[in-house]
């Protein structure tokens, strides 16, 4: 970096996250609101009047799916637990100073990212499962965690670097090391960006669940399917299935932008 | 380059031998070499690029030397085997954009590190910061968030901060040259008397006044180079190097 002399501070230019990751979009934009209540209102209606008007399908369907829906929402926060780690694993590793570290994560992202996630999930439970006998439900928690930690660990390194320079060479300054500056000072403020992406990515980790139901991972999807196919109701079933997780991702949605606002805080003291 | 210290009793606090510093292909510090005595004042000028911010900073390693030798209290602080964050706590530094810590009270600003590094228990580290922020003129401030502050008010947090590890040496870089011209005073006021109480400093600053009134030695620099130091008097009165004197009508 230069000397900087001048009298406007180079350093403190407000901080501009380049994700190289999926577009994320701004959950606390005003609009939101609207679209949000909105479509939660109407998919919540539509589900409703269909299970009252017609129960014959409609209500048999959203009888059969709990259990599926139970397995959706096991898959996705058993595989955020790894997602996390991982992802701030990977962040650090791109963001070290050490050369084979660096190049282990980055060759990491590089990878994954270049591959499908059905791809991968194909690979883990029929590739390397024939030789390792995977459960079903292994595989697909181990696919969703190594496809999203990758894309976490992009999250993850763009909130490390969203935070100013200044503030790691405050806190090296005053004697704390690498660790303690990364734990006390970066990370913390880190955090509050990464929030929301982090969200994000967990949404749509949700979403990309439904994939598992082609390797015979019972999750709500997958239930619906056998429904359909017993019945040949497909057009009544997969409308349920649809308005399900529109309703759950619709409802996670609201939860993050209300954390994040709890998190941004300290930001509207002013 | 000849050394001059206007104090010779005693061994130098901090001694810089030779130092070189390069970005790229510039030579942003060129065979700097000083020697600061315990208990000196000194303020460093020059205009913008001349080296004066990266010659303090490498006093605390935050640039790191490509050539030379620095000694702080006695040790070689460019050695790779010397262990920097030990050193660190005992060198305070105040920063052009004050670096407070956004996401802590004023009273952590000041408690953290005494805590984790100096070993105090909240109580003592609490007491300690009370006392620095009296000192400081903000006691009112203690459980706001820094960005409640004006940028003034930051900056003497920033010193208390800094004064909280008790440091032996204080480096200001550009301290007061964020803050609107109504808040410099304030800053400067903490850092007269903060130079009054015997404390060693090195200070890099536009702020002539304070130059006349607390430098034991002004040193002037352009393109990395010491052209000229001597005491205040000497440097602004009887200033001998064109450089410096093209500089000095320049801002005076």
């Known amino acids: ?79 955020l637990c790894f997602v996390i780690p991982i992802g701030l694993f990977t962040g650090l590793g791109k963001l070290s100073r050490c050369r084979p570290i660096n190049l282990l994560a980055s060759t990491y992202v590089e990878i994954i990212r270049g591959i499908p996630l059905l791809m991968q999930l194909f690979y883990i439970y029929y590739a390397l499962g024939s030789m390792l006998k995977v459960s079903p439900t292994v595989a697909a928690v181990a696919a969703l965690s190594i496809c999203y930690g990758a894309y976490m660990g992009e999250v993850f390194r763009a909130g490390i670097l969203s935070v100013p320079k200044g503030q790691s060479e405050a806190a090296r300054s005053l004697g704390f090391n690498r660790f303690q500056t990364m734990t006390l000072v970066i990370l913390p403020q880190a955090l509050r960006t990464i929030i929301p992406p982090v969200g994000n990515e967990s949404i749509a980790l949700l979403k990309d669940t439904s994939l598992v139901s082609v390797i015979a991972v019972a999750d709500v999807l997958r239930r619906g399917r056998e429904y359909a196919s017993q019945t040949f109701e497909y057009f009544e079933t997969y409308t349920v299935i649809a308005l399900v997780y529109l309703i759950i991702t619709l409802l996670l949605s609201k939860v993050l932008s209300m954390v994040e606002g709890r998190l941004s805080r300290y930001e509207h003291h002013r | 380059m000849s050394i001059t210290a206007e104090n010779n009793s005693g061994k130098p606090v901090i001694s810089i031998r030779n130092v070189w510093k390069f970005f790229g292909q510039l030579a942003a510090l060129k065979d700097i070499c000083l020697d600061i005595m315990p208990g000196e004042k000194v303020v460093i000028i020059g205009p913008s690029g001349s080296g004066k911010s990266t010659c303090l900073r490498t006093i605390n390693r935050l640039e790191n030397v490509d050539k030379g030798t620095i000694y702080v209290e006695g040790q070689d602080i460019t050695s790779s085997e010397h262990d920097i964050n030990a050193m660190r706590q005992n060198l305070g530094m ?55 502050l004006s940028g003034g008010q930051q900056q003497r947090v920033a010193i208390a901060r800094a004064l909280a590890m008790q440091p032996h040496i204080m480096l200001f870089d550009e301290p007061t040259s964020a803050l609107d011209p109504e808040m410099i005073g304030e800053v400067l006021d903490v850092m007269v008397s903060l130079a009054q109480e015997g404390m060693t400093m090195v200070c890099v600053t536009h702020e002539m006044g304070f130059a006349r009134e607390v430098a034991d030695r002004v040193i002037f620099m352009d393109q990395g180079a010491i052209l000229e130091q001597g005491s205040p008097d000497q440097l602004f009165n009887h200033p001998k190097n064109p450089r410096l004197q093209q500089f000095l009508n320049q801002i005076l």
């Open chain 1, 1 to 79: 970096m230069s000397t900087s002399n001048d009298p406007i501070d180079t350093e403190q230019a407000p901080a501009i996250i380049v994700t190289e990751g999926p577009a994320m979009p701004n959950p606390r934009e005003k609009s939101l609101l609207n679209a949000w209540s909105l479509s939660f209102l109407a998919a919540v209606l539509t589900l409703a009047g269909l299970c009252f008007y017609k129960p014959d399908p409609y209500w048999e369907v959203m009888k059969f799916v709990p259990d599926g829906l139970l397995v959706t929402f096991q898959i996705t926060i058993i595989s």
């Open chain 2, 94 to 148: 105040v920063f052009q954009s004050f670096n407070l810590f956004p996401h802590m009270t004023v009273l952590r600003n000041l408690t953290v590190a005494p805590m984790k590094l100096r070993g105090l228990s909240r109580a003592d580290a609490e007491e300690r910061a009370l006392l620095l922020l009296k000192k400081v003129g903000l006691a009112d401030k203690v459980n706001v968030y820094p960005n409640t």
